[in-house]
């Protein structure tokens, strides 16, 4: 149950910055952004460091830390496999 609630209020947030994308970009560029509670409370360029000041503040909450970009085109991430030869 707690897993499922977890995975709802990351959706609530990332559907948030969708939904306000034109404002999130405005303000705050290609920064790095965290989102609680359907509002932006954090931002920096460097992902690392938000990410340490986040813990220290939210430690075991719900907080998503990601780019506009990346929150909106989430696919493109992920990097497929090389193909690897192997030796017969």
Sequence with gaps: MAEEDN??????QRQ???KNQDAIRQQY??????????????HDKDEFVLAKRIEEK????IVLIST?????????????SPEVETME
């Excluded at 560029?29 to 954090?42: F, S």
């Design 7 to 12: 995975l709802r209020q990351w959706e609530e």
């Design 16 to 18: 948030y910055a969708i």
């Design 29 to 42: 560029g290609t920064d790095y952004i965290a989102v609680k509670d359907c509002q932006v409370i954090d």
């Design 58 to 61: 939210f430690r075991d909450q």
């Design 68 to 80: 506009l970009e990346n929150i909106l085109n989430p696919k493109a991430n992920f990097l497929e």
